[in-house]
């Protein structure tokens, strides 16, 4: 099949991985009514189709965290993202460089935060979970400063980890240890190019970032377990203080869907802050994204960086957000299918399909810079 867009790379995406991955990369939390709402609110609004006007030059470039960016967006932090191609933290790092766009590293990343700035020459964004061990949050952040890093994502959305059941029944987290071996490793045997790109040549198949708290036997159940472990649900708005003290860089709050929570960030020091549900995969029932997003554009005005993520899947909707307040877009799922699908060459693909919508739905709403786009541009109707 030779993919048009980022629904094929999906097809592809699962057509390579073995079940339990691509499920835990596709799945959301209970019964998924956010991951869908993510999908259909974005499609629900209709842009302005406006005609004649010169649009032979259309510009994508902008300034975020003090750096110049050449299209509007961010790839996501996506934990275990380098299980879907050999070393595919690093292979995305690159492409984001090429691109002249940041590329976050989850703090449960398949490869280290020293791995992907040995592959780069542009500083990665980190993200950061507040694990339970202070001790631990304070060696990241002081190793990510050390590696040139000079903006922190903090996520906050995931203080417990949810439900995920498609996870459950693919045997990535439910049943015995056994059983999940058991389909795990029959899962891999039927999918060889994968098993052999990544399950034999990829190793080592751990969180490189904190590979040495758990030791190099290490598997994936022990990180599962870790994490599970680890998660702090006693964290406040007071660890901020905490954050700021051991973190000289900008630190951008994400997982924020109400506008107080907003306020709050901005209070605590935060320079960004990005609107976000986790892609569907925590809060279930929570507001879509882009409908939370223009209240809070509201509420920070011009005092933070506003992004967005949550469903984007075209540079369309990548204009909507633009249009609703966002200064960029993070892309979760759609770069991990691209990278599952077709390793460095799918991100790069992923990428020049978003560069292109975007291009040409700015053109026929007759736009051709980013200042221009702004919320009389969209027609909403619930
Ligand atoms: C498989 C997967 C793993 C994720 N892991 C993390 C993570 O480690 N840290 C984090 O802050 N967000 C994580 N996210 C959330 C993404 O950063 C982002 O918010 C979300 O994917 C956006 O939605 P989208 O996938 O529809 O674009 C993950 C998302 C997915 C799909």
């Known amino acids: 099949m030779i993919a048009a867009n980022i629904d094929d ?30 999908r259909r609110d974005l499609q629900k609004l209709r842009v302005k189709q406006r005609i004649l006007r010169d649009v032979s030059e259309i510009k994508l470039n902008s300034q975020l965290f003090h750096r110049d960016i050449s299209l509007p967006l961010v790839l996501a ?98 049943g015995s240890m056994l059983r999940r071996q058991f389909a795990r490793i029959t899962q891999s045997m039927i999918k060889p190019a994968w098993a052999w790109d990544v399950g034999i040549m990829g190793r080592p198949h751990t969180l490189g970032n904190i590979a040495h708290i758990l030791g190099k036997g290490a598997g994936i159940d022990d990180y599962w377990q870790w994490m599970k472990d680890n998660f702090d649900p006693t964290v406040t708005w007071k660890d901020l203080d905490f954050i700021r003290e051991n973190w000289s860089g900008d630190i951008i709050v ?57 469903g984007v899947r075209t540079g369309l909707d990548v204009v909507r957000a633009l249009c609703l307040g966002a200064k960029a877009v ?8 691209g990278l599952a699908a077709r390793k460095q060459q799918g991100v790069r693909e992923v990428l020049n399909i978003f560069e292109n919508e975007i291009k040409v739905t700015m053109a026929l709403m007759g736009c051709t810079t980013l200042k221009d786009l702004n919320r009389e541009l969209l027609i909403i109707d619930d």
């Open 9 to 38: 790379y999906r097809l592809l995406a699962q057509r390579r991985l073995p079940k339990f991955l691509f499920e835990y990369i596709d799945g959301g939390a209970f019964d998924e009514v956010t991951l869908r709402a993510n």
């Open 254 to 310: 994400k997982g924020i869907l109400e506008a107080d929570d907003a306020r709050s960030a901005l209070a605590a020091g935060a320079s960004g802050l990005v609107v976000s549900n986790h892609g569907g995969r925590q809060l279930d029932g929570a507001l879509s994204a882009i409908r939370a997003l223009p209240a809070i554009a509201d509420a920070v005005g011009d005092d933070m960086a506003v992004l967005m993520d949550g």
């Open 77 to 174: 932090p996506v934990g275990i993202a380098g299980l879907n191609a050999r070393r595919g933290e690093c292979l995305a790092a690159q492409v984001a460089e090429e691109k002249g766009i940041p590329f976050c590293l989850s703090t449960v990343g398949t490869c280290s935060m020293e791995e992907v700035q040995q592959a780069t020459s542009t500083d990665f964004w980190y993200q950061l979970y507040v694990a339970r061990d202070r001790g631990l949050v304070k060696e990241l952040l002081q190793r990510s400063e050390n590696l040139g890093c000079k903006t922190l994502i903090l996520t906050v959305d995931m203080q417990v980890p949810s439900a995920r059941y498609r996870d459950v029944r693919s045997g990535l987290a439910g």
């Open 330 to 337: 993070l892309l979760g799922r759609a770069w991990v299918y």
